[in-house]
């Protein structure tokens, strides 16, 4: 199993939400590129950076911000938040995002997002599968679908995806666990989908469990931040 540590993205700084409340923020650093190479010191190999401002903007805001951590780090990074259009993609990846993740868009417009798999391949399109009660949220988690959290991830396995960050938001930020039972019904009902969990991961015995189950990756970070899971202790999996 993969260890994913996150970067959010608000004014350029490195902060955290809580149920992806912007009144709910904490800055814990104003330059996101040091605690990057703090990250690869320690042997990470992979990053999940999210542009919390070009996620209410619709369009990406902190794409300097991807190009210095790319240009400095040789982390693999995933990027997300405002990816809308083709051209914000392709903006995504000429900054230096290795693969990107499609949220909200993969929603609204599924059409274009199965041309997105078809045209950079399913190994540079990662589907983030936000949910909260089983159900995918969108906008920044603003709003609720009707579509299920299972619906979804089905729906893109047949479009050729393969790749999805499940993030329960009612968990995000707050340091309680992560959804240990969805993620498990998820690996037994879609066996070929592979898994990333995100959202509640708290101590070693979180990322344990996780793996045990059969996720793919873990995306950790305010537990990196508060310090209840060390990157020490994350050795062993990096």
């Known amino acids: 199993?993969?260890?994913?540590?996150?970067?959010?993205?608000?004014?350029?700084?490195?902060?955290?939400?809580?149920?992806?409340?912007?009144?709910?923020?904490?800055?814990?650093?104003?330059?996101?590129?040091?605690?990057?190479?703090?990250?690869?010191?320690?042997?990470?190999?992979?990053?999940?950076?999210?542009?919390?401002?070009?996620?209410?903007?619709?369009?990406?805001?902190?794409?300097?911000?991807?190009?210095?951590?790319?240009?400095?780090?040789?982390?693999?990074?995933?990027?997300?938040?405002?990816?809308?259009?083709?051209?914000?993609?392709?903006?995504?990846?000429?900054?230096?995002?290795?693969?990107?993740?499609?949220?909200s868009i993969a929603v609204r417009e599924p059409e274009l997002v199965q041309t997105w798999l078809q045209q950079f391949g399913a190994d540079r399109i990662l589907l983030g599968a936000d949910f909260r009660d089983n159900h995918i949220a969108i906008n920044a988690w603003a709003e609720q679908s009707e579509r299920t959290l299972a619906e979804f991830i089905g729906q893109y396995l047949q479009a050729g995806a393969t790749t999805f960050i499940c993030t329960d938001v009612s968990k995000d930020g707050k340091l309680q666990g992560p959804s240990l039972a969805t993620y498990a019904q998820l690996r037994t009902g879609l066996p070929a989908a592979r898994l990333i969990a995100s959202g509640?991961?708290?101590?070693?015995a979180d990322v344990e469990a996780l793996a045990a189950i059969g996720m793919h990756g873990a995306i950790i970070g305010k537990a990196i931040y508060e310090g209840t899971i060390t990157l020490d202790e994350l050795q062993p999996w990096l």
């Open 1 to 103: 199993m993969e260890i994913i540590p996150a970067i959010d993205l608000i004014n350029g700084q490195c902060v955290r939400l809580t149920e992806g409340d912007f009144t709910q923020q904490t800055t814990y650093d104003a330059d996101p590129l040091a605690v990057a190479q703090r990250f690869e010191q320690h042997g990470v190999r992979r990053l999940h950076l999210v542009d919390l401002d070009g996620a209410r903007a619709r369009q990406p805001v902190n794409l300097p911000v991807l190009e210095r951590i790319a240009r400095h780090t040789g982390l693999m990074i995933d990027f997300g938040g405002g990816l809308q259009s083709p051209a914000a993609l392709q903006q995504a990846f000429d900054a230096g995002a290795a693969q990107i993740t499609a949220g």
């Open 200 to 204: 509640g991961v708290t101590t070693l």
